[in-house]
């Protein structure tokens, strides 16, 4: 019984002295935090109107872009790939700007949550310091409408702002590939390859082999890979680009200086087989395209990899395998020797 009479001291003497902290907020207080939150809402509120008429222009260009595509899909995306692509392309460049309004707005909505704060202890301060009901009932009111705007407004910029019919995610692959199927007739798989336009260029320099994978469209979770052949050698040449990269990325064999790579090099220009593949696969692998491979030799020290005909096909099991590794890797069998190498 002691202990829960101390207890309830301890409560009682908490509350006397809370509520004898907020009686003596000073009014000087409370007018400085009125200046500073009228500043601060009002330069808030005017840089979110203004990213909230800018985000509006993004989703109306959006929707233009995805219309013109529409229609260039209907009509026949081979005949105008490059203008398809620019346009996805410019879309998702788009959609990835709005993360600037989206940032603003959680800045925007932390102020005001923080804001509030101070405004309730001051609105206490004037109820409990007044004695008159009728002023308290004003106060009580006016604290409520207060944080109701505080509340209201940011949903107020959601709503207006509520014209997104898409994401990111729309640049998976998978996406990608019913959008096409739902807005052309024509084939998905040549289609796909005619607008994302995947090609390695493999040039020796400086004693290592750069991997520069191009593609017209930018997939976020697409995996391009290349399987060559002659005679008894073979080389499986992974490429998983990296999420903060767009059209054009660079690797280069992560090996030591002093290593020679002209001997593989040499060996991949050799591999001129109709067995030589090229793949288009989402890490889950739940969509999948294979393709006919044209090695062009550029010069001696480079070649372009390019795929060129769909070909019906399951998943073959080294591309499978070839998934389970995160990073971007060429793996070659030379003479009956195993080499793997990663790329950076």
């Known amino acids: 019984m002691k202990n829960i009479k101390n207890f309830q001291e301890s ?60 229609t260039l899909l209907n009509e026949n995306p ?36 923080i804001l509030s704060i101070p405004w309730i202890l001051s609105g206490l301060m004037f109820v409990l310091n007044t004695n008159n009901n009728f002023d308290k009932i004003i106060i009580f009111i006016s604290l409520c409408l207060l944080l109701v705007v505080f509340v ?23 996406s990608m590939v019913n959008y096409i199927k739902e807005n052309s007739s024509f084939p998905t798989s040549q289609n796909l390859i005619k607008l994302v336009n995947p090609y390695l260029t493999l040039e020796l320099k400086d004693n290592n082999i750069n991997f520069i994978v191009h593609q017209e469209i930018r997939l976020l979770d697409i995996n ?3 399987t060559l052949k002659h005679e008894q050698d073979s080389h499986l040449i992974h490429i998983r680009p990296k999420k903060n990269q767009f059209i054009k990325e660079s690797f280069i064999l992560d090996v030591p200086s002093n290593q020679a790579t002209k001997g593989l090099f040499d060996k991949i220009k050799m591999c001129k087989s109709i067995k030589s593949k090229g793949y288009i696969i989402n890490n889950e692998q739940t969509c999948f395209f294979a393709y006919s491979i044209n090695i062009e030799i550029v010069t001696n020290s480079k ?29 070659s ?4 020797q195993q080499y793997e190498y990663f790329l950076k």
């Not at 005949?79 to 603003?104: E, G, T, V």
């Not at 709503?159 to 998976?172: E, G, P, V």
């Not at 019906?312 to 070839?322: G, H, K, T």
Request: hydrophobic share 45%.
């Open 11 to 70: 409560i009682f003497n908490l509350y006397d002295t809370v509520v004898n902290s907020i009686k003596n907020i000073d009014n000087d207080i409370v007018e400085f935090l009125s200046w500073t939150s009228s500043i601060i809402v009002t330069l808030i509120t005017l840089i979110t109107i203004i990213f909230t008429f800018y985000n509006e222009k993004v989703f109306q260009t959006i929707d233009r872009l995805f219309q013109e595509t529409v």
């Open 224 to 226: 391009i890979i290349f």
């Open 333 to 336: 069998k030379i003479a009956g």
């Open 78 to 113: 081979l005949n105008k790939p490059l203008k398809i692509a620019s346009n996805l392309n410019n879309i998702q460049k788009l959609m990835q700007n709005q993360k600037l309004y989206n940032h603003s707005m959680h800045f925007f909505k932390s102020a005001l949550f």
């Open 152 to 174: 209201y407004l940011p949903k107020l910029f959601e709503r207006f702002n509520d014209l997104n019919k898409t994401d990111i995610n729309f640049f998976n692959l998978d």
């Open 303 to 331: 070649i372009i990899l390019e795929m060129k005909e769909f070909e019906n096909m399951s998943v073959p099991l080294p591309v499978s395998r070839a998934l389970n590794n995160n990073e971007s890797s060429i793996s």
